[in-house]
């Protein structure tokens, strides 16, 4: 081998020494590139265990709120079938409420015919007991006026004149009323209420009275008072004096 042909194969040498130095560095700095990734990626896969983890146990936690969820499903479920039963007895007593409602106008429209029917009834009444009322009151006073406009006498003492439905009327105290019977003669005067019927009240507020009945303790005011009492027995008139006062 000559020496041009040592000094070629030294200098391919070198430029091949050179070439694989420059790949090595190339492959050194792609190593580190790799290993830079490398740690990268292993952190990226703890993060990703860790996140998994995490995931996991949320799904557990979901797995435990939806098991929760079925379980309240089941329980509205039910609830919603018992509203709706109750909805459909609820609908019953409504139908038969509704039922008794109309049953309960029809007798109301019925009772308030008959309390019409019993009103025109009852003022029918009222009006023929007013009528009876005044009726048996004109005759009380025209029983009393007859008997003692025929005698003109009462507890012994003689009167000069008899009337009935005399007005009197007072200017200064405007005052002004209707006695049933006046009697009077020179010195005294007798003025006479007549009732049908005569309670105790009646006693208080008149002071000469001539009924056809007397509660007892009507009478017996009267007497205290000093009253003459004019009664119906039968056909005669009765009188009754006690302690007679002047008023």
Do not use: P, W
């Amino acid at each position: 081998m000559s020496d041009q042909e040592l000094k070629h194969i030294v200098a391919s040498l070198a430029i091949s020494i050179k070439e694989v130095s420059a790949q090595i560095k190339e492959l050194s700095a792609s190593q580190k590139k790799t290993d830079e990734q490398l740690r990268k990626t292993d952190k990226q896969i703890k993060e990703l265990f860790a996140s998994q983890k995490k995931t996991d146990a949320q799904i557990k936690e979901l797995s435990v709120e939806h098991k929760k969820t079925d379980e309240q499903i089941k329980e509205l479920s039910a609830s919603h079938k018992k509203t709706d039963e109750q909805i459909k007895e609820l609908s019953v007593e409504h139908k038969k409420t509704e039922k008794l409602i109309k049953e309960l106008s029809a007798s109301q429209k019925k009772t308030d015919e008959q309390i019409k029917e019993l009103s025109a009834s009852q003022k029918k009444t009222e009006s023929t007991l007013k009528g009876l009322g005044f009726n048996v009151g004109m005759a009380v006073e025209e029983y009393f006026y007859n008997s003692l406009d025929l005698t003109k006498k009462v507890a012994n003492i003689q009167f000069d004149d008899c009337q009935k439905n005399l007005h009197g009327f007072n200017r200064e105290l405007k005052l002004q009323d209707e006695f049933d019977i006046t009697m009077a003669n020179t010195t005294k005067g007798l003025l006479v209420e007549c009732k049908h019927h005569v309670v105790k009240e009646d006693v208080v507020k008149l002071r000469e009275i001539a009924g056809a009945s007397f509660d007892l303790d009507a009478k017996q005011e009267a007497k205290q008072s000093g009253i003459i009492i004019l009664k119906q027995v039968g056909d005669v008139m009765e009188e009754e004096v006690e302690n007679l006062k002047t008023y």
